[in-house]
């Protein structure tokens, strides 16, 4: 007869049951409701990225702007 007893507290189980919850929404999505939202994550990750190579290509443009207004306007 085994009279140890179980000392488990219970965080294994919070993995069974995030990965049941997971898979069990998205065996409920729809696979175009799926691919519309990763159509759109890209799509904003491009403008995302667009917009900061436009302002690391303007940022030193305009601080040299900026050297030269300050310098006519002290004059």
Known sequence: METQLNQSNGWGNWIA???GAVFN????LQS????NYAVHAIVG???CLFFKMLGDFFTPLFLRMG???TKW???
């Open 32 to 35: 175009s409701n799926v691919l």
């Open 25 to 28: 929404i998205l065996a409920n």
């Open 45 to 47: 990750g491009i403008i």
């Open 73 to 75: 306007v002290g004059r």
């Open 67 to 69: 050297k030269r207004f």
């Open 17 to 19: 049951f995030l990965f």
